[in-house]
Nanobody
């Protein structure tokens, strides 16, 4: 069973930064892609950023220029560096690992941005 463990969430003021980490129980090359999603109260889960096994990245428009996804294959870890945080970034952030046809999820980590 694939396990994904997120950490790094917390409370931060607007304009601040956080770095989320996601440690996978398997080598990252076992997955087609790794990603970060978020879900705010009353809203659907949405993609934030994704990185493929080849290193290609894509970002949601609302985080371009502020967030950066990266991976450390030696540590089986994916990161999400979040800068210039806004109150609307407040959500539970989930790590995902895609290996068709399945997507695996972590338990989520809360990010709260105060104004």
């Amino acid at each position: 069973q694939v396990q994904l463990v997120e950490s790094g969430g917390g409370l931060v003021q607007a304009g601040g930064s956080l770095r989320l980490s996601c440690v996978a129980s398997e080598n990252l090359f076992a997955f087609n892609s790794m990603g970060w999603y978020r879900q705010a109260p009353g809203k659907q889960r949405e993609l934030v950023a994704r990185v493929t096994s080849g290193g290609s990245t894509n970002y949601a428009d609302f985080v371009k220029g502020r967030f950066t996804i990266s991976r450390d294959n030696a540590k089986n870890t994916v990161y999400l560096q979040m800068n210039s945080l806004k109150p609307e970034d407040t959500a539970v952030y989930y790590c995902s690992a895609s290996r068709a046809p399945r997507i695996y999820w972590g338990q989520g980590t809360q990010v709260t941005v105060s104004s």
